[in-house]
Structure formats: C-alpha cells, structure tokens
C-alpha cells in the first residue's frame, strides 16, 4: 500500500486526529522537536501564514515557511526586526514604557548587544543560519583567566588563581585521604598509585601532597630574563575558594552554553536579523502592530495597526511569536484554557549597562574580553571580545536578572548609573572616572518585549498547553523550549511550528476530496 | 655630591668594576631582568652594535638599540627575517639540512605558523611591540571544551566530559569524606556545611551527594523545542579521569602560559616580524651568514658572507641571537670558559606539520579552534582559529618535542605524513582522505636553527655564564630566560642585553678622560 493510501485510509476512518496518528507513525510527526523543516516548497503551495512578531523565533519561522512554498507575512511592531536581537549604536534611540528616552552617543564603530551577545558552538541551528546567510563571526572571548572575581569588599582575584588554587586544595585533601587508606573502598578499581600520580599532576602538589600555590594560579614576581624566575601568587585559602561570593566563578563558564568556543557576529548581533529580513525581502512588515486575531475552522484574520491606519488580512495559519503577556491582552478568540495559560505567563526582569571608555582593562590589567564575576548587584562586567587593542570600547557593567534584575530595574536610571560606575570602580580602582554614554536597558521596560525571557517551568501544564496549537494560531519562542534566553531556542521552536504546519497542510491535501 | 662625581669618584678608586657596582647602588643595574630599555637617544650617540641574527630577539635588540640611539647593523643568514617567527604560504620553499625540500602548495589566503603561533594575554613585551608597531591581533582559540581528547584505542570524549566529569569525581569522594568527618581536622576553619555546599555546586553533585553525571559535561540529547528535554552524556569513570593518557588534558589549558585569553596576529605571526623589520628599515641585512668574530679591548669584528663576498665590519658591541651550537661552530677568540658553555647547550628537537582541507572539524564536530589532545605521537591537532564558517583551513596534525619530537624528526617524510594522517583518522575517522597539501617543520633539519629551543636549565652554570658578556659580545635569546620557547623571552633577554649595553656605554663615559 502506498503511503498516500494509507493515510487516506485511516483519515477517512477516523478523521483528522487518526491521520495525524498515521503521520506519527509514518515518521513525519510534528512533535519531533529537533527536526528540519521540510525543503519541499509544494508543501505549502496556495497557503499563507502571518507570522506575528519578527525577532528571531518569526524569522526562522517565515523563512522556512517560504523554503516549504508557503506566502508569509511577518507584521514586527518596531521600526526595525530583531526583537531582543539588538544591537544599538551613536544615534540610536532607546525607548522605555517607565522612563525617559535614552540617546546612544557612542563613538563610530561602537555598538552594544543589547539582547543576546554569544553563540555557543553547539547552538548549530543559529550557527547554521550564519553560515547559510554568509554572516561573519568572530570569537567570543567568554572566559578569560585574568579576568576577576571581584568581593563586596573590594578583594579582587583572577580567575585562574580560583580555577587552580581551587584544584590545588582538593587535590591535596583527597591526597591525604588517599594515604590514609580513607578512600579505598571509594575508588572504584583505582588504586591509590594511580590515584595520588593523578591528584599531584591535577593540583600541582608539592613536597609532602601539599598544594603550596603554583605558577597556574599566576605570578608575583612574572619570569624574566637570567637570573628572574617566576614566583607563584600566593594561594587562596581554602576559605577563599569555598567563600559563597565565588559560586558564580566556580559555575558560569562551565556551564555547557557558556564553554568555548563561543562566537559573535562581526559588528553586532543584529547582523543575523538583518540577513534573515534581506533573506526575506518585502515579507517583514515594520511598524505594525497587531490588534487582534480572530481564528475560525479554514483560517484566521489578523488585524494590525499600521500609522493612522488598521488593516487586516486573513491567512491558513497564524504563528505568534509575541511574548505571551503581550498576547493575552490582544482581543482574539482563543479557546479558554489557551487564553488561561497564555496569562499564566509571567515575563523575568533583566537588565544591561554599557558604557563607552578607553580600554584600561587592556592597557593596565591585561584583560581581553570575558567576564568579571562580581559579588555585586550589577554581576557582571563583560569585557569586548574585538577592536583588541584599540582605543576604545564599550564594556558591559551591569547583567543582572531574576529578582535581582527585576529590583535593579525599578531603581532610577540615575541610580541604576551610580551603581554600575561603583562596580567599574570596585574592581578597576579609580577607572569609573573613564566611563562616558551610558546605555541602559531595563527589559521590563522595553515596549513591545516588556521582559527579557519567560519564567515558565518546562514541565508545566502552561508549558505544555501553549507548546500545542489554539485552532490555526501556533506559537513560538525560545521561552517553548528547553533553551530558553536563547535564539537557539527561538529558532527550533520555530522550526517545530512551521513541521506542524507543514505537517497539517498535508493532512489537509491528503484528506481533502480528490 | 651628584650621581656623576659620585660614579666618577667610584671608578677612579676601583675601575670599571667599581663604576658597575655603583651602578647597581644606584637603581641602574643591567641585571633587572625586565626592566625597559633606554629611550634616550643619547645613550648610544657614535656607537655601533652589530646584531647577529633577525630572529625576535635580534629584531628587538635592534629596535631598541636604535632608540637608545646606537647604530645598529643586523646580519640575518636568510632570506626573511624572523627566525623561527616563521609562516609559509603558498610558493614558499621549505629547505631541510637532512631531507628533501618542500613546496608549499596551500590555496591563497591559507597559512601556517611553523613555529610560535599563540601569545598568552600576560606577555606584555611583545603585545607591547604588536601595539606600538600596529600588528592587528585575533582571538586565538588554545581551549575548546568541544575538542576531543583521544586514546589509542580511538576511543574520544570531549574536553567539557574531562573537566565537568573530574570535577564531579573529585567533589563526590570530597562530600563523603566531609559526611564521615573525615576531614574535619583538614578543613582550616571551613566547617562541614559550607564544604558541602561548595562541593555540590562544584561537582554539580545530585541526590545522596552522587555525582550521577551533568549537561556541563555535555548531552547525549540535545535540548529542544516542546517536550524535548536535554540528557547528559554518560558520565566517564573515575578510572577515566584518572587514567595517565589524560594528563595533557588535565593540565596543557592551565599552564599559565596556555590559558585563554590567547591572541594570533591577523593573517599569520610572522606580521610581528614584518613589522620590526619595516620599523628597522635598512639596518637588517639578509643573506648574511656569519663567519667570525674577533673581539678586543674596544670593540669586536665580525665577518660575514654575502652571496659570493666576504664582508666585515667593526663595531663597539656584538649581539649575538645565534642558536648556542652555531655560534659555537664559529672561529670567534671567546675565553675558555665561554666557549665550553656554549658548546655545551643542546637544542631540544620539535616538530609540526599542517595539512589543508575542508574544515570537517566546523561542520560535523562543531570544534571551532582548540586542541585535541592525542595518546598518540604527534601529541596535538590544533584547529584553525580564524575563518570560522570558511571553507579551507589549515589543520595542525602534530606537534611534538622533547625525546618524542626528536625521534619524530628522524622518521622519512612519508612515515611522518603517515603518522599525522594516522591521528587525525583516530580523531575524525574517515575523515584524513579529505588532508592534502602537507608541509612537515623538522627543527632539527632547519638550516640556521637546528633546533626550537635549547634544553638549558636556568639553575644551571652554562645558563649563568651565557647570560653575563665575554668581552664585548652579549648573548641574547629566549633560551637566556626564565621564558624560554617564547617571544616575550626572546623580547625581555634582548631588554636585558641592550640595557647592558647602554649601562657600560654610560660607565664607559663617565670614567673616559673629561
């Protein structure tokens, strides 16, 4: 029996439930969340999509649904696509629901992500879209062993004394247990030979097992020429290294979205949305901002604004990637457990400061990118990854998010500007002086995303209900997925979507009356 | 009474010994191992200083002598300046002393550095001269948590499983010392609470205080849209961990010579010496192999040949940067002791070899720049840091040294090609038919070099007697410090000579006839 057949078969006997079964077990199930979309561009021959929203999550989505041969419309509420993907530079103008207008002053050549600002190479879905739309990447310096640790009280270390001196103290403790027997039963076909060569090579251990510092950890005294060696930092305590404030060190780079090699794109993040909307030339619709959808049994009707006048325009299916607080207040006729969980959602604060300055962190700490880990409420400074050398840069000295980042968000801009010159000052002494135009983003405040991700549990029925479809509207997000705050999460949800309307569009065909 | 009577007085009572000691007295020791060469141009006013050999540290003792206002002349055996600062392109020839040659045959645009190619972020001498000399810097990637570490048996883990995995290893026999008490007179005033609260977060620790594995470490699903959760990989055994082929994984990425952030010049290393050579225009002669030097109570003579001419010219001091067998070859009137010392210096043996090919590693392993670590001969493969996303790249496939590279250098050609298309086989299987155009770096086999580095221990009397003047004539290279096989030694030893110079120029001065 040919596939077609049996499909028919099954869909006539049971309808469009039975024939989605049928696909399932055929293999071409929507729910298979990692899968490429079809390149097939029959599938969507004669459909239309509207894809509301066009940050990364409609991108994707309206660029495979035009590669499977569907007509989309992408309606983006800005002036510019992207969404959160967003790079501001000198005569920018950021916009806030709560505060006054900021102008971005910064210098020609400056920018500052303010949204996503690292690739992961894992991440190979975006990674892919970079390649295939020839958008040029650079490393990004993610993790930098000079970079420092920075304490409330001003105490600052580099990151490659907490790695190793770290390393040094629990290898020297399991050293002792080691030769004293305490550790036989635990050592699971290792013998204690093996064991103590592994732990001295691991923590540098000197004479007698003991960790006494190593060059790891850094110099006092750098090694020069003749008669100067190296004389190794002295180490931290074991106090230091198990100290609470340094629990983001001790985690962050080794979380697996973090390791390098990480990547941004050459100029700024925003290049990737503006290769996807050259990509789709004339589909993505700036300034319209959407009223309402109203859904039915063959399609849905979208109404937007766009200046003084509304429009609308009816389509098969409608993929929304609004973030979902935006979406619930929108008048559309979804079913009431969608419309429920949709207002379930609640949207996370986050919050990002950069500055422009001349780069003392090259010049008199040695620093090249990376992160400064601040036990401090701005968290972290981020040193640029590119222009190494150059005069001038833009360092990040605030990304803060949950409760903190929520908090940090309700302060005053002039006191949220304090705060990130004080961490500036804490861990570069006497540089904050250097630091000039300011650029705040408070995504709570940010019309149009009003957050920086969602908090939404992935094993919620929230999560589950809006991962399925309300009649023809389907959504998208990064914030549907496993990899949420990610635009590799915004890009397979996309993916995901536009299989299930894909998928469908052939239930229909199959089923319709030949 | 001024510092000059002072000296003067000093030097007419004891002499030239007497007038150095004061030096010292005075803050202008020769012997502080980096400290910054003159830039007063009248130090060296009617002086000359020949300079043999344009490798890194010729190159910076001239640049500096000139700025200490020495006239300076730099005899360079070959064709191009940079000693073993060397990268070959397409056309370019690769002479061997034992083997036949090589032609490069790389595509345009592809390159390779035959010997150094990174810059850790704290060798500030020589990022000092890429700045004041305007040699463009990228991001070199030396640690990729992607990249895989091989054993014998072909069996491969990624990097981020050693380090996560470890860590969770370490952390899991910690916490159940720390349980049983077992720790608690080693635990210098951390109290078992917060051990146990550091050893979770740091070995990502789950139920029961068992590290059962972790998605630091990387997964064997990967995160997706919907209901597609990510699972971790497998955790590796202790036996794993611990195993001795593992040891350059363990350590390599945190010598603190290897760790991140690490820079490449745009477009090859050799743009260091390019520069130098641009900014010393004129003074560096190539072609120039030296045949002798004659030294006197005024000053030293060297002889030199020149295509079919022997040349000689007179002069005040000699550098010389020649590798310590060559120089010992030379009829030169060095004091006993001097010439025993340098013929007692032998040169290590290393090698690399580099293959170009379509960049496999970026498209189906999602390894970006980095290391793989190999229980295998040729040590390493080292993947391309720049181009990212580029079609081409050029694939490190060895590099080795100690007993290892000198045995590797006296294998034939095809059986080093062999080997090398062996490892990358282990680590990329079916993937070495894609390798072509190889070039093969013997530095045992390089005329002018005969060697990477010397195996010269910095406690040892060679190394004491090497780093002080005969006569006139000063030595100076990488090998003279405490950072040998590095430019930034090459950089602070050419410091260390010429601040020598300019220290007995100055004496010289001071106690001549007013």
């Known amino acids: ?43 969507g021959r004669g459909r239309r999509v509207i894809v509301l929203g066009g940050g990364m999550a409609g991108l994707v989505s309206a660029y495979e649904l035009e590669k499977a041969g569907f007509a989309v419309t992408v309606l983006e509420a800005r002036g510019r696509v992207g969404g959160r993907n967003w790079t501001v530079r000198g005569g920018d103008r950021i916009d806030s629901l709560t505060a006054a207008g900021q102008d971005v002053t910064f210098d020609p050549g400056q920018y500052f992500n303010c949204g996503p ?42 990151m490659r004394q907490v790695v190793n001196d770290t390393r040094g103290h629990v290898a020297e403790l399991l050293a002792k247990m080691t030769n004293q027997g305490a550790l036989d039963a635990h050592l699971e076909g290792v013998d204690r030979t093996r064991m103590l060569d592994f732990l001295r090579m691991y923590g540098a251990l000197g004479e007698g097992d003991a960790y006494a510092g190593s060059t790891r950890a850094g110099f006092s005294q750098a090694p020069g020429a003749a008669g ?20 983001l060190a001790h985690v962050f780079e080794e979380d697996v979205d973090m390791q390098p090699t990480m990547f941004q794109p050459v100029g700024g993040m925003d290049q990737i949305a ?10 993505v619709c700036n300034n319209c901002i959407v009223r309402a959808v109203a859904c039915d049994a063959t399609g849905a009707t979208v109404t937007w604004r766009e200046g003084r006048d509304t429009r609308s325009q009816r389509a098969d299916f409608v993929i929304s990637t609004l973030p979902a607080p935006l979406l619930a207040r929108l008048p559309c006729n979804f079913s ?49 990854s590119a222009g190494l050398h150059s005069e001038t840069g833009v360092l990040l000295a605030c ?27 804490l861990a570069h002494p006497g540089k904050s ?52 705050g990610w635009q590799e999460g915004a890009a397979v949800s996309a993916h995901r979507a536009v299989n299930a309307i894909a998928a469908r569009t052939r239930a229909d065909n199959l089923t319709a009356p030949v």
Chains 1, 2 share one sequence.
């Open 228 to 247: 100067q060696g190296g004389i190794a930092l002295p180490k931290l305590s074991l106090a230091d290294v198990t100290d609470p404030s340094m629990r």
């Open 1 to 43: 029996m040919r596939r077609r057949d049996f499909v028919m078969r099954a869909a006539a006997a049971g309808g469009y439930g039975a024939a989605l079964t049928m696909l399932h077990a055929l293999g071409l199930s929507p729910d298979v969340a990692r899968a490429a979309p079809p390149r097939d561009p029959t599938v």
């Open 433 to 484: 002086r250097l630091l000039s135009k300011p650029v705040v983003i408070v995504w709570r405040d940010q019309p149009f995303s009003e957050g920086p991700w969602a908090r939404l549990p992935t094993d919620s029925p929230v999560y589950a209900k809006l991962n399925e479809p309300d009649g023809r509207v389907y959504l998208a997000g990064d914030w549907l997925t496993h990899i949420s």
């Open 399 to 425: 990304y803060n998010a949950g409760p903190g980042g929520v908090a940090f968000g309700k302060k005053s801009l002039a006191a949220q500007l304090a705060s990130s010159r004080a961490a500036v000052e």
């Open 274 to 283: 503006k290769a996807f909307a050259r990509a789709l030339d004339g589909r």
């Open 336 to 384: 009431a457990p969608f419309a429920q969980a949709l207002r379930a959602v609640v949207l996370d604060g986050s919050c990002k400061i950069g500055w422009q300055a001349p780069r003392f962190w090259e010049r008199e700490d040695e620093i090249y990118g990376g992160l400064a880990y601040m036990d401090h409420e701005v968290r972290f400074l981020w040193y640029p």
């Open 117 to 158: 600002a690292r690739l992961p190479s894992h991440h190979h879905t975006i990674l892919g879209y970079c390649r295939e739309l020839g958008v040029p990447l650079e490393v990004e310096v993610n993790a930098s062993r000079s970079a420092y640790v920075v304490r409330k009280d001003g105490r600052r270390v580099r």
